[in-house]
């Protein structure tokens, strides 16, 4: 089932594969201006690439500004390498089966009912392999990515990760044991700011940052061109920002934090104590929209919480635009003018809203971003932190 190498690419081959993954095709006197070479050194630099099949010449378009005869431009073909994109979460895992510009090809889930290292690396090489079988062809994968919520360590050790209750697990070492696949593994947030830079809302916006809300809030920041990344960008440091200075305290004793309002645990435990009765996410946010009082108290004063999130956030980083993503992200929909309210009482009156782009509320965007770091990892020979 394995395919390809990973071939890590440095300098201006680095460059020019990622000018020709996200914007090709490319004639080379364009490539050639973009990465500052010489015609002849590019020719030299792009012909192991050509052989290799990462890159392959293509026909020039009739009209096409970018190219010019008698040059071929260069491509690389999507569906030449495919990927698999694994996010775990605390009951399932959840997988995408994409080419190589991330385009969902295939998407499974599988229930996550024991959270034993050692079951977990099985599920997701199976999981791999099920996807591989919807390829036509025989190739087989190039890569596989899995991400999760939580701390890790190069490519491949989980040094942290709450919903799992893991600490220090070697997942690509117990994966080694179940597939011949080269993969990598990497915080799940990190990973969907990296697809929806390279590949989605964020696409060719050079600062925007990423908020996500669900079981944990998220925040993802590209600056530059560049996702930030250090060792506490895994954290979920912006789940203790506090939102609501009376509001509910969280486990480790902050009052009115994002996750005791914005969380998906938060709403429904305040709902389902409210209401004298268990509810989920949905029905809190459904009984909301048909104006139930109590439902749309709750929801309401979570969306003026993620309102002031988002000010805060556009106030420190100056975004060109503001993303939210996670599976809990339907909340902006239903309280939209409560996260008003709430976005401009932390905002000065001459401050202009900041664009807003929602991504879709499933955890195949989040299998999708896994996908993207074994993509990233297979054409850069990057890795994760």
Known sequence: MAKGVWRPLSGPSHQVALEILLDGPLSRAELSRRVGLSPGSLTRLTKPMVESGLLVEVSAGAGDPRVGRPSQPLDIVPGSHHFAGIKLTADAAVGVLTNLRAEVIAATERPLTDHTPEHVAALVADLASSLAAELPTRDGLSGIGVTLGGRVAGPADVRWAPFLEWTDVPLGQLLAAHT???????????????????????????????LTIGAGIGYGLVVHGQVVDNADASLGLIGHIPLLPDGPLCERGHRGCAMTLLSSAAITGQVSTALGRPTDYEECLDLAAKGDPIAARIVGTAGQALGRLIAAAANFTLPER????????????????????????????????????????????????????????????????
């Open 180 to 210: 011949d696949v080269p993969v990598v593994v990497g915080n799940d947030v990190l990973a969907l700011t990296e697809a929806t830079h390279w590949f989605g809302a964020g696409r060719g916006v050079t600062r925007f940052c990423l």
């Open 322 to 385: 503001v993303i939210l993503g996670g599976e809990g992200i339907r909340l902006a929909e239903i309280a939209q003018s409560d996260v008003l309210e709430g976005l401009h009482a932390g905002r000065d009156p001459l401050a202009i809203d900041p664009p807003i782009v929602h991504l879709a509320p499933d955890f195949t965007e989040w299998a999708r971003g896994a996908a993207v770091t074994a993509i990233q990892t297979f054409v850069l020979g990057q890795e994760s932190n």
